[in-house]
């Protein structure tokens, strides 16, 4: 099957966003995703005041969508607590809800979804497990996923992962967290903390595989031995976390980013770049992605596939950098001291490094004109 229209591998939010800016434009994007029915991925569950406005831009207004408010940032060290407000608010909301909203408005901005699970892809060929797409252009969206043929490398000694449990509403975890983003660092990783819609609390840590092999590779003994040392992480996950389901993700890349890319291959989200969590921009990197991506192939088609990587690229290193050292340091025991003091003597500090800790998607030099039976796109 030959398609004209891109192909775009993922409905998640970075191939969300580049199906809207696509089909807005009068293209016919195809969105492939292996599920008919939203998942709740595991990571990106808090929204920044910068994701909000973009979302706003694709026609998604996300504090109609039931999420908690956020407005200060509580940091953790031990006994230590340092305490910063947000510059604006932010939102406390699912990967289900944020992901259902933006397929929607993707499908009634003219984009078509396909259910097909994604085994292998090259440039110009997607192979699923239902049958073969043949496109000149690809959008790869896949999320932390890897996909044969285009999996990124990974070369650290102890890599990143990722864990995730979430729990449900109670009085107790409401008055504790409130509207509070909250990061709770402890030896080998980091948690973060936020109520989403309904009061559910999202539990999210990246740490190094070396914490989880130290904890027998149990994710349970795992936050067991971390509430042990931390009384307040120990506070949130109360008495009624045993039975909640934890899910993980292995080998999670931070820090790589995509330079370069053949025609007709664009690399969305976490598959064009892959910033710490600790930053809390990953989810406006990824929409920022499939904006740019879609400005782009507007303008000039497949073959704008390498201009675009390699300027997405260039915006991405200084974030992602940034955000990688304050990892870094957030993983050591000088961190541990410094960077909560740094809090209180400066409490603005965090809240700019996030700010720069982001992308805009610019819009290519030219306007790109819109899709029309004269030029077809």
């Known amino acids: 099957m030959r398609r004209a229209a891109p192909l775009i591998l993922g409905a998640g939010p970075a191939g969300c966003a580049a199906a809207i800016e696509l089909a807005r434009a009068g293209a016919s994007p195809v969105l492939i995703d292996r599920s008919e029915s939203v998942g709740d991925p595991l990571c990106g569950g808090f929204m920044s005041w910068r994701t909000i406005a973009q979302l706003e831009t694709l026609g998604v207004d996300p504090l109609t969508l039931g999420g908690n408010t956020v407005d200060h940032l509580k940091l953790f060290t031990g006994d230590r607590v340092a305490q910063t407000p947000l510059p604006h608010t932010a939102l406390g909301l699912s990967r289900h809800a ?8 993707a499908l009634e901005a ?11 892809v090259v440039p110009g060929l997607a192979t699923g497990q239902s049958q073969e797409w043949q496109a000149e252009t690809i959008f790869l969206a896949s999320g932390k996923h890897d996909v044969r043929e285009q999996a990124r490398p990974r070369t650290a000694g102890d ?10 509403a109670s009085s107790q975890r409401r008055s504790l967290i409130g509207s509070a983003i909250e990061l709770h660092l402890f030896r080998g990783g980091y948690a973060g903390i936020v109520l989403q819609e309904g009061g559910s609390a999202n539990i999210c840590l990246a740490l190094r595989k070396s914490a989880l092999a130290a904890a027998g590779g149990d994710p349970r003994r795992l936050l067991e031995k971390v509430a042990e040392r931390n009384g307040h992480f120990a506070d ?3 008495s009624d976390w045993h039975s909640a389901k934890i899910e993980t993700i292995g080998a999670v890349p ?18 064009a770049a892959v910033i710490p969590s600790l930053a809390g921009e990953g989810m406006s990197i990824a929409l920022a992605s499939g904006t740019m991506a879609a400005r782009y192939w507007l303008q000039g088609g497949a073959e704008a596939a390498p201009a675009y990587q390699r300027a997405f690229a260039a915006r991405a ?5 940034l955000a990688k050292a304050a990892r870094g340091l957030a993983e050591t025991r ?18 700019r490094l996030a700010e720069r800790c982001r992308i805009d998607a610019p819009t290519p030099v030219s306007p790109p004109p819109a899709c029309t039976k004269a030029r077809p796109c």
Do not use: C, M, N, S
């Open 98 to 105: 944020l992901d259902t909203a933006l397929r929607k408005a």
């Open 110 to 120: 003219g984009a078509k979804l396909e259910i097909d699970t994604i085994r292998a």
């Open 159 to 168: 890599p990143a992962l990722g864990l995730r449990i979430r729990l449900p």
């Open 236 to 238: 949130r996950l109360g």
């Open 254 to 271: 931070y820090g790589w980013i995509a330079e370069d890319t053949p025609h007709g291959f664009f690399r969305l989200g976490d598959q």
């Open 317 to 321: 290193f200084p974030p992602v950098q």
């Open 334 to 351: 000088f961190g541990h001291v410094a960077v909560p003091a740094l809090a209180k003597l400066a409490p603005g500090l965090l809240t």
